[in-house]
Structures are given as C-alpha cells and as structure tokens.
C-alpha cells in the first residue's frame, strides 16, 4: 500500500511540473503530439521505399514505434493504433514492458497511435500520450547476390514485393519431391503439407528439386540467400515424387492442394503420355479456380509434354539470361509462355544450401509465383483472369533461331518471356465472372490413352460410368470381372472419382483392356510416370 501511495505522489508531482509547463512539442517523426504527460513518443521509422537498393535497409516493411520509458512509474506498456482520432475504434498493436513495439505492415494513411502506461495494482491505463503519423506501405528491399538473381529482376519479380501483397495472403502449392523444411529461406512461409509417397505428413526433400523449385517461388527475404518471385506467399508441400512420379500420387496431390486452398499449383514434372486420371484431377482444379503452372519439358523437340499440353494448364519453356529459347527446352503448339531456366539459383537440402539449376523445371516456378502476386493484389482474379493477364502481358521475344517466327506468339517461346511489371500495370482488373465454363469431373479423354512405356508394377487405374443417382463421391459396385477375381480397389484420393486395382504383376495391359471392354467402366488405363524436369 505504501508504495502505491508512493507512486501515486510521484506521479502528481510530475504532472503538476509538466501542466506548469504546457507547452507542445514536435516529435521528431514529424507527427505534432502534446507533452502533458510522462510518456513521449520518440520516433516512428520507415522503411526504405526504394526497390533492389543495396544497403542495410532493414527487409521488414513493419514500422517500429518506440516511446521513453518510465519503469519507475510504470509496469508495462500498451500501444494502440486507429484511424479516429478520438480512438473510437482502436486495436491493439502489443502490450510489452520494453520501450519499443512493431507495427504491421499492412497500413496506409493516417493513423494514430497511443501508448498508454500501466500499473499492475490499477484497474486501467494511467497515462498516455498520442502520435499522429502517415504510413506509406514501401516495398521490400533486399541484399541477395544480384549477379546470380538475374532472372529476378529479369522477370520483373520486384514490381511484386509491395509490403502488402508479395503473394501474401496466397498459397502456392508445389507438387514435387518434397521440400527442405529447415531451409531459413523457406521456413517463414511453410505450411504443413502431404506425402503422397509414404503417405504421411513428412515432407522432406531427398532429392532436392522441389527445394530449388520451392525456393524459385517462395524464398523469403531475409538478405543472407536468395529470393523468390513471391517472398511472402505462403508455400504447401505436396511430396508426390521418390524415384518417380506416379500418376495416381500427382492426380491425389493436385486434388489435396485444392481441397487444402491453393490458388496456384505448380507442376515441374512432364510425362510423354497422357493420362485421364490426371487429367480429371486437372479438370477438378481448373474448375474450383486454381491456377495451374507445368513445366513443358526438357526434349528439344516439337512436342509439349503432359500435363503442360493440357489446356487448362500455362505451359512454360525456359529462356536463359539472353533470353533465347534454352537449346533443350520443348516447344509446340501447346507453349503458352517462356521464363527464365538456365543457371537458377535457388535454395536445396545440402550445405551450402544454394545452388544453380537448370530446365523447364526452373522457369514454371517463375510464373506460379507471378500468378501468386497479382492474386495477392487483386484477390478477386479468377484463374482465367490471371492467366490471360500473365500470357497477355509477356514480353514478346522473336526466336533468333528461326526468323519466320516474328512478332506475337510462336512455338518456341509461346507469347513472350514473363513480365511482372507490366501485367501488375494492368490492375485492377474488372470483377467478371470466367469465360471458360467449369470443367466436369468426367471430362476424360473418350478415346484410350495409349500405353505409358513404364508403369507401377501391379496396379492399374479406373473410373466408373456414373450411375444414375450417383454422386462421385459414392462408392458403386466394383467392375465385375475384378470382383470375380477377388482384386481390390482403393480410392486415388478421398472423393475423387477414380480408383486404383491391384492386380497381379505381369498382368497390367491384360487387365486394362478388360476393363476397358467393361460397359460400367469410363476408362482404364496403367499407372505411369511423370520425371521431373
């Protein structure tokens, strides 16, 4: 008691000096407050609005409001912000005992402040003093090698990094071999993912590509590595791939990836077959608004590889820093645009946990993370707004190789090589519904895919006509020469339509043609591989 009685005199004493006083002050943040009471404001910091400067700008884009202590007074402290004056509607920024608090990036405007003192033995706030400031949302900075970032700012990667967008708010999922998830590079923008291999929920990265590809999207700034396209998207594993890339593992994660919110999937895998069962998952994304990026493949012929050869698909080829189509990047009629895929760096497992790339494999990612820029600027972008906009706006690179090939689109580098800056330039765009109608999820192929020249051993995979009444989602009786035969089914995934038989090994084909031959049977096919690129 007699120390709060203590208190209490002080406090008086002071306030009687500072009424004597009564004169206002500047603070030295430029934001005029009044000096009536014991708790002043100092400054608030902005951060650096300048983009690429190579200083020791700090990378966070929060500001850092900090006030002058009175612990003799005072227990702790708490900081609220509004955008009333009369603070009719504040919110609370922290509550600490330090003499300093982070504020969010996410404002702009006018904002007021108030740090309030508190006394433990006191029902509420004693004294406080107010701040009026002007917060201008800035852009990332960042102090990553630039010489081996080229394709960053070739891209226009950096257009990208408001403090407010950057992909925030988005998540990209990337369907590959897992992902280094102690990477400090990749951790602040890890979610919790899937192993469609093992089936379980550990994700880690044994090979290193989906790493590297993770890192190409995702890498956040933190100027000790590299960067990626959208550095503050957040980023779903989906291990899909060991030595290889089932179809029913890709086809599984693309439908978990949906399920589990991603806006943009990310395919750096190609297969020279293709697949209804992947093509119904692709159907499935396309139609609940997910962007799908895949890589076009690595061949150097006219053929774009599967699934970028599906329509609902941007299939990208790789250019390198002279932005010429890569030599070994395939090309056709299915390429929708190029980005950058020679010599990337990027983040992997292994010390000293950077290195140089290259493939088709490389450039999608560009293009996943620009997608997730532009949906974390305009949220309200459709798919197919978001993929016209980034095939509309690219930049148009006439293939030195082959002059015939001139302005606008071509083979080789579809519409252009990426362009950040100017499909960012394009926003906003009107709210509008699609202009591609949602796909059905029995949108297969009617003819039968032919066969891939590897598969798993002992497993084949079919879909059900639907039977009327139906729902997908609903298990129908199993084809009947399966049942006869005492085989079991699984589902590929949980509520997708589409099932895998394990039959005996050494009888793949003669069961796909059997069940082909089945009138209850949409189609069969056997489970091939995607490789990564």
Known sequence: MRRAINRLIRLACLVAVVLALHA?????????????????????DLPQPSILALNNAPTSCDYIIRWQTLSNYYDSYEVQRSQDAD???????????????????????TWYFRVSGRIASQPSNVWSS??????????????????????????????????ISAGRGVTVAVLDTGIYTQHPDLVPNLLAGYNFVDGNTIVDDLNGHGTHVSGIIAAAINNGGVVGVAPRVSLLPVKVCGSNCPWDAVAAGIRYAVDHGARVINLSLAGTTPS????????????????????????????????????????????????????WSSYGPN????????????????????????????????????????????PSLTAVQARNLITSTARDLVYSGNPSYGAGWDPYTGWGRLDVTAALARLPLAAVA???????????????????????????????????????????????????????SRRVAAGMPVWVAEVPRGQEKAWVERLRNDPRVAYAELNGFLELQ
């Open 276 to 327: 209804d069962t992947l093509y119904e998952a692709i159907s499935y994304a396309y139609s609940h608004n997910v962007v799908l990026i895949a890589a076009a493949g690595n061949y150097d012929n006219d053929t774009v590889r599967y699934p970028a050869a599906y329509t609902e698909t941007l299939s990208v080829a790789a250019t390198d820093i002279n932005d010429l189509r890569a030599t």
């Open 130 to 163: 107010t701040y009026t400031a002007t917060l201008r949302t800035g852009m990332l900075v960042y102090n990553e090698n630039t010489t081996q970032l080229w394709n960053m700012p070739r891209v226009g990667a950096p257009s990208g990094w408001s403090c």
């Open 24 to 44: 206002p002050v500047v603070a030295q943040g430029g934001g005029p407050y009044q000096l009536y009471m014991p708790l002043v404001l100092d400054k608030v």
């Open 87 to 109: 603070f009719g509607n504040s919110v609370t920024v922290c509550i600490t005992t330090a003499g300093e608090c982070t504020v969010p990036a996410e404002l702009d405007g």
């Open 434 to 488: 699609s202009d591609d109608p949602p796909l059905s999820a029995e949108a297969w192929s009617s003819a039968a895919s032919p066969h891939p020249t590897s598969y798993v051993a002992g497993e084949v995979l079919y879909a059900l006509v639907k039977e009327p009444g139906l729902t997908p989602q609903a298990a129908p009786l199993a084809p009947l020469a399966l049942a006869r035969a005492g085989i079991r």
């Open 335 to 378: 390429t929708d645009l190029a980005a950058p895929g020679v010599n990337i760096s990027s983040t992997v497992p292994n010390s000293p946990y950077y290195a140089l790339k290259l493939g088709t494999s490389m450039a999608a990612p560009h293009v996943a993370g620009a997608a997730a820029i532009l949906i974390s600027a305009q």
